[in-house]
């Protein structure tokens, strides 16, 4: 009983931490309904993905000709990964599931964005600005 006792507070507050909104997030969970919701973070998909594609072109370009299959070979798997795991939460019972769908496909396409402007910026110092 002891170890379920610390491991609760210990679950929860993990939880908490990953859990925190970013921008984007705050403006979408204030949305009246749910479908408003949903479309919110489609929105914020579009937008990050239109900065994806930017970061990954830029990517490609400055990348060593050996660089360049790999980088479509990683991002082809990544593609994949992102799918299969969004359907994952699309197939989930109640309306709640399109919510975490499309904050599954704007946050996984926020965090690819991000780790490809980052790559593209190492050079020059400059991060992305990922909020």
């Known amino acids: 009983m002891r170890a ?8 929860l507050i993990t939880m908490s931490a990953a859990a925190r909104p970013v921008a984007g997030d705050d403006r979408c969970s204030q949305q009246p309904t749910t479908q408003a919701i949903v479309e919110c973070k489609v929105a914020d998909t ?5 900065r994806l594609n930017a970061a990954y072109q830029a990517l490609e ?3 060593a000709p050996a660089q360049r299959k790999p980088l479509l070979t990683a991002q ?6 992102r799918d299969a795991n ?6 989930g019972e109640g ?23 980052s790559a593209d910026n190492m050079e020059n110092g400059a991060g992305p600005d990922c909020r």
């Open 95 to 117: 309306t709640i599931s399109r919510v975490l769908a499309a904050d599954c496909l704007r946050s996984t396409t926020r965090d690819r964005a991000c780790e490809l402007e």
């Open 86 to 91: 969004c359907r994952f939460y699309a197939a």
């Open 4 to 11: 379920i006792t610390f491991a609760l507070p210990m679950l």
């Open 46 to 50: 579009k937008e990050w993905d239109r």
């Open 76 to 81: 082809r798997a990544w593609m994949r990964y």
């Open 61 to 63: 370009e400055r990348a």
